[in-house]
């Protein structure tokens, strides 16, 4: 019921926007400028669609693998101690467990193609576990919270945008990498937070020694990777970025198999029985997707997006405090709702500001914090046609916003 008002507010707002500017300030060419874009956004959500359809047809293959050979229940048990407080409803061993730590990993290196075809199967399991087919269940909430606050262990497409461009502007013994604890930092202090957020909602005491060890071990080791890799220049720093993520895709592929001949399962089969499942999942999701990016296509077309920053920088100014970070805030305001429109507002930023600069790196520290909220609601929750999404909006724009406060003034401490 949120995403609908949410929606229907997106193009509402616009359109008031837009007869204002055509009524008083004479731009007649508002209106052709929003249906445009609103065209493309369409074709956008469609295109975005088909192409995660071979991702998810692989992946959800190698998970039937997976799943058949045991190796998900291996997952699940591993985790089931820290997952078994915070995900109520769901059986001790279930699979949902596995699939969900799985997502987690794929979100924390940074491998985004990989991570949705996996939680959204972790999202059907618990689909599978809701008695109220049409209404998000606690545990479903819990996922997509902190799916959308997950760790960044690996900023990789980060990092690989500031390097390009910093060659474009010809920045000397530039380290694209700088903005790696930064980041690290951001997401952590947000997953954190959507923790405690949802389970105050939930009435979940996480104050138990599964999800202590949990948070201080992870805490503790990711912390460390961090201080290791620093010791290396971008560029070693990149090649070692890229061979854990690609390691980690090719060592889970080739367990599953092994694990599946182990059992002298026939994985062929068995792949082309989950990679169908992926094909008819990812055209699912096609209505969602349209529109959720068309609503914000108005939005940002007519002009709100420039309001709201402007306003939130006379305030800030109006208070006394800095007001170098508000170039970056496009960059913040568009992240829940669009990855890809996050990422050309980021690159704005660089090319305007230069990717040295304060605005440029607070920018790419937002970019790799925070997660396509909006985004992620509408293509989880319509996999499997969840129409009321309770509170589960809420909690994660309240993780997202702290993360945000939290990559500003990291932001700060690092870099002004």
Same mark, same amino acid.
């Given at each position: 019921?949120?995403?609908? @008002?949410?929606?229907?507010?997106? !193009?509402?707002?616009?359109?008031?926007?837009?007869?204002?500017? =055509?009524?008083?300030?004479?731009?007649?060419?508002?209106?052709?400028?929003?249906?445009?874009?609103?065209?493309?956004?369409?074709?956008?959500? $469609?295109?975005?669609?088909?192409?995660?359809?071979?991702?998810?047809?692989?992946?959800? /293959? &190698?998970?039937?693998?997976?799943?058949?050979?045991?190796? %998900?229940?291996?997952?699940?048990? /591993? =985790?089931?101690?820290?997952?078994?407080?915070?995900?109520?409803?769901?059986?001790?061993?279930?699979?949902? @467990?596995?699939?969900?730590?799985?997502? $987690?990993?794929?979100?924390?290196?940074?491998?985004?193609?990989?991570? #949705?075809?996996?939680?959204?199967?972790?999202?059907?399991?618990?689909?599978?576990?809701?008695?109220?087919?049409?209404?998000?269940?606690?545990?479903?909430?819990?996922?997509? %919270?902190?799916? #959308?606050?997950?760790?960044?262990?690996?900023?990789?497409?980060?990092?690989?945008?500031?390097?390009?461009?910093?060659?474009?502007?010809?920045?000397?013994? $530039?380290?694209?990498?700088?903005?790696?604890?930064?980041?690290?930092?951001?997401?952590?202090?947000?997953?954190?937070?959507?923790?405690?957020?949802?389970?105050?909602?939930?009435?979940?005491?996480?104050?138990?020694?599964?999800?202590?060890?949990?948070?201080? +071990?992870?805490?503790?080791?990711?912390?460390?990777?961090?201080?290791?890799?620093?010791?290396?220049?971008?560029? #070693?720093?990149?090649?070692?970025?890229?061979?854990?993520?690609? /390691?980690?895709?090719?060592? &889970?592929?080739?367990?599953?198999?092994? *694990?599946?001949?182990?059992?002298?399962?026939?994985?062929?089969?068995?792949?082309?029985?989950?990679?169908?499942?992926? $094909? #008819?999942?990812? &055209?699912?999701?096609?209505?969602?997707?349209?529109?959720?990016?068309?609503?914000?296509?108005?939005?940002?077309?007519?002009?709100?997006?420039?309001?709201? =920053?402007?306003?939130?920088?006379?305030?800030?100014? *109006?208070?006394?405090?800095?007001?170098?970070?508000?170039?970056?805030?496009?960059?913040?305001?568009?992240?829940?709702?669009?990855?890809?429109?996050?990422?050309?507002?980021?690159?704005?930023?660089?090319?305007?500001?230069?990717?040295?600069?304060?605005?440029?790196?607070?920018?790419?520290?937002?970019?790799?914090?925070?997660?396509?909220?909006?985004?992620?609601? *509408? %293509?989880? !929750?319509?996999?499997?046609?969840?129409?009321?999404?309770?509170?589960?909006?809420?909690? /994660?724009?309240?993780?997202?916003?702290? +993360?945000?406060?939290?990559?500003?003034?990291?932001?700060?401490?690092? !870099?002004?």
């Amino acid at each position: 019921m949120v995403l609908n @008002y949410v929606w229907i507010g997106f !193009f509402l707002i616009g359109f008031i926007v837009a007869l204002y500017k =055509v009524a008083f300030l004479g731009q007649m060419d508002i209106f052709s400028t929003m249906v445009t874009n609103l065209f493309d956004s369409a074709k956008t959500g $469609f295109e975005i669609s088909i192409g995660l359809t071979g991702m998810m047809a692989l992946w959800l /293959g &190698i998970m039937k693998i997976g799943e058949h050979a045991g190796v %998900v229940n291996v997952f699940a048990r /591993g =985790v089931q101690p820290f997952f078994k407080t915070l995900f109520r409803g769901v059986p001790k061993g279930h699979p949902a @467990y596995g699939n969900i730590a799985m997502n $987690f990993s794929a979100n924390m290196l940074g491998l985004d193609n990989a991570a #949705t075809p996996l939680g959204l199967k972790a999202m059907n399991d618990l689909q599978e576990l809701n008695p109220q087919k049409e209404k998000a269940s606690d545990a479903q909430i819990m996922f997509l %919270v902190l799916n #959308t606050a997950g760790i960044t262990l690996i900023p990789s497409s980060v990092i690989a945008i500031r390097q390009s461009m910093a060659i474009e502007q010809h920045v000397a013994n $530039f380290n694209a990498a700088d903005i790696f604890l930064p980041i690290l930092i951001s997401t952590f202090v947000a997953f954190t937070a959507g923790i405690l957020i949802t389970s105050a909602f939930q009435r979940i005491n996480i104050f138990k020694w599964p999800v202590l060890i949990f948070i201080l +071990g992870f805490g503790g080791a990711i912390f460390g990777l961090a201080a290791w890799l620093r010791q290396f220049p971008a560029e #070693t720093m990149s090649k070692y970025v890229g061979l854990i993520g690609s /390691g980690v895709i090719l060592t &889970i592929i080739m367990l599953f198999l092994i *694990a599946g001949l182990r059992k002298k399962l026939n994985v062929y089969d068995l792949f082309i029985e989950g990679a169908k499942e992926g $094909f #008819t999942t990812a &055209i699912k999701i096609i209505p969602y997707l349209v529109a959720m990016l068309a609503a914000i296509s108005v939005f940002r077309s007519s002009g709100c997006m420039d309001y709201l =920053v402007n306003g939130i920088a006379f305030v800030v100014a *109006a208070m006394g405090l800095n007001t170098d970070f508000v170039p970056a805030l496009p960059v913040a305001f568009m992240k829940p709702l669009s990855g890809g429109g996050a990422r050309g507002l980021m690159v704005d930023v660089l090319k305007e500001h230069g990717v040295n600069s304060f605005p440029g790196k607070i920018a790419s520290i937002i970019q790799g914090s925070t997660e396509t909220t909006f985004y992620v609601l *509408a %293509v989880y !929750f319509g996999s499997v046609n969840v129409k009321d999404t309770r509170y589960a909006l809420l909690c /994660g724009l309240l993780a997202d916003g702290i +993360g945000l406060i939290t990559a500003i003034l990291v932001g700060y401490l690092f !870099f002004h």
